[in-house]
């Protein structure tokens, strides 16, 4: 049995007028719902105070624990409309035990993973009307969070911890239809080790890649793939979404997991990939491999996976040549700067558009979330 969050109303609802404005065009994270879900925990009383109540800032002293040793986590979900009008969360159990794990890692308490899901099931059902009706890909966007909020400046774990979960309606990812992206794989930054954080989903990770990804752009490219920090030249992920890789003969191959965070859109991905004809296999792969794979077309397609774009195709790579690297048959020369082809390798995969299987996926996973095909594993949990 989860523990109930009490309902309190927020005085001040956002009118429907200005709503239906928002959800007319919301983007992605700049718009947040009426309410919100929390609940506080404290080393001598366990958790207390789980409610739904109206959206308002936290008071934080200044040495809150959080804002000196990012002793935090979250989580990413989604909810759906369908055709019928009931709204729907996708897998939400999966997310409720990964954020557990996640709490683990950072020493933080676990929260129950039943009232991880009341949390949300509740604030959907509270913040309904915000579940936009989908035109295409429209969908409400869940954060459960947790942070330390005790105030002490001792290296520690905290006595006090905030959990909540904010909501922010998402429009479509690809505003202009599914177009590809260029990873950038970075031979400067590692986004994890061995004995590491990088399966857990907390902010730490993040503020270390956002150097990463500003190399990328520099570069030229949209989003950052990194290798290993041991050196082996293996790939990882792209930081906020999985990697994974379709050959020539069938198999959608991706890295095993242990570094990387285990994606529940990429495990939703292995599991319908017989459907398409594809043979799932997690796996090391290293860059050597990839860069022959995809010039001599044993490397078919590429694409990221994850919540909020569901699946991104990739289109190309592009990584620092080594030194004595004189590149691999078939990698495209850089028509930039002179001199640039021996410093830079380039991949085109495919024809350099999204590949066939990758949309098909992609279209599988959305028909199931918005309850337009069938769920036979049992994926959709009904809200209201
Ligand atoms: C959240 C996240 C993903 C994708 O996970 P999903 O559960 O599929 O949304 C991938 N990589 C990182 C680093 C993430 O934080």
């Known amino acids: 049995m989860s523990t109930e969050f009490a309902v309190v109303r927020s005085g001040r609802p956002v009118g429907a007028e200005e709503r239906a404005a928002i959800l007319a065009a919301p983007g992605f994270g700049q718009y947040f719902t009426d309410h919100m879900a929390s609940a506080t925990w404290t080393v001598d009383g366990g958790w207390a105070g789980h409610r739904v109540g109206p959206l308002e800032p936290f008071q934080l002293h200044p040495s809150a624990a959080v804002l000196h040793y990012a002793q935090e986590i979250f989580e990413g979900l989604k909810a759906y409309r369908h055709g019928d009008g009931s709204v729907w969360l996708f897998r939400p159990e999966a997310n409720a035990r990964r954020f557990a794990q996640s709490a683990r890692r950072l020493d933080l308490p676990v929260l129950p993973e039943e009232d991880f899901i009341a949390s949300c099931a509740t604030l959907v059902e509270v913040d309904e009307p915000w579940v936009p009706v989908p035109a295409g ?40 239809g599914v177009t590809g992206v260029t990873l950038w794989v970075s031979s400067t930054y590692a986004r994890a080790s061995e004995g590491g954080t990088g399966a857990a989903k907390c902010g730490g990770n993040y503020a270390g890649s956002l150097a990463a990804q500003r190399e990328a752009a520099e570069h030229g490219c949209d989003q950052v793939l990194y290798l290993d920090s041991a050196g082996k030249g293996n790939l990882e992920e792209s930081g906020t979404m999985n990697l994974l890789l379709i050959t020539s003969d069938g198999h959608l191959v991706t890295p095993e997991l242990g570094t990387i965070l285990a994606g529940v859109t990429r495990d939703t991905l292995l599991t319908l990939a017989d459907q398409h004809g594809l043979t799932p296999i997690e796996r090391s792969v290293n860059i050597d491999e990839l860069r022959t794979g995809v010039a001599d077309g044993t490397f078919v397609e590429a694409f990221a996976a994850g919540t909020a774009a569901v699946v991104t195709p990739i289109t190309g790579f592009k990584g620092e040549a080594r030194q004595g690297d004189t590149g691999h048959a078939g990698d495209t020369g850089h028509a930039g700067h002179a001199g640039d082809s021996a410093r830079y390798y380039e991949l085109t995969v495919g024809d350099g558009t999204p590949g066939r299987k990758t949309v098909e996926l992609r279209e599988h996973v959305l028909d199931i979330q918005y309850g337009r095909t069938e769920d036979p594993h049992g994926w959709l949990h009904r809200v209201c």
């Open 137 to 176: 890909e429209e969908s409400l966007y869940l954060r459960p969070f947790m942070f330390a909020s005790e105030a002490f400046l001792g290296v520690r774990s905290a006595a006090r911890v905030e959990y909540a979960v904010i909501a922010s309606p998402a429009g479509p990812y690809f505003e202009s």
